[in-house]
């Protein structure tokens, strides 16, 4: 079997965990979430959930629904096996390093900017950065329904925007 991507084994999780679940449900789960770097377009599910059927990764059932064909998918045996294997596999390095971080990008070209408007970014910045906190906090509180794998994301995404915080408070200091 070729090495899946990072998208096509969350995809795999997704339909593992959601089961029986159509195209549609996996593409929702990605546009949900909180992470924007991998597409959630259904021009990126909906080939993708066919090359995992391809690969024996995840039956397709069909079904009739009015005038339209339902197709929904599970995960085989094959699939599964695969997922457990990405999930509980040796970390290697560049999963640690990987961080796509927008923010960072572009304080590397900060001197372009006067310090007005490099201020001005810190602040928009440490606005969004609280928002999107606050707004985890909030789902934490709120949303009871929550399993104990989402409550962990959830802290992942306020401990690392309160640590990207802390940051600005560096980029303030040296660069504004």
């Known amino acids: ?61 069909r079904s009739q629904a009015g005038t339209r064909t339902r197709r929904t998918y599970s995960i085989t045996r094959k699939g599964s096996d695969a997922l457990e294997d990405w999930i509980s596999a040796p970390v290697p390095r560049e999963d640690v390093a990987f961080l796509v971080d927008l923010l960072r990008a572009r304080t590397l070209f900060f001197e372009r900017l006067s310090k007005p408007k490099r201020r001005a970014f810190v602040k928009d910045a440490r606005e969004q950065l609280n928002k999107r906190i606050a707004e985890f906090e909030d789902i934490l509180k709120t949303n009871t329904s929550l399993n104990q794998f989402d ?26």
Request: glycine share 6%.
């Open 151 to 176: 409550k962990v994301s959830a802290y992942s995404v306020i401990y690392i925007d309160r640590a990207r915080l802390e940051w600005l408070d560096v980029v303030e200091r040296e660069l504004c």
């Open 1 to 61: 079997m070729t090495k899946l991507s990072h998208l096509a084994y969350i995809a795999l999780g997704v339909v593992a965990s959601e089961q029986p679940c159509s195209g549609y449900a996996v593409m929702k789960k990605f546009q949900e979430s909180s992470s924007t770097y991998f597409s959630g377009s259904a021009g990126a599910i909906y080939p993708l959930l066919k090359r995992l059927e391809a690969s024996g990764l995840v039956d397709e059932e």
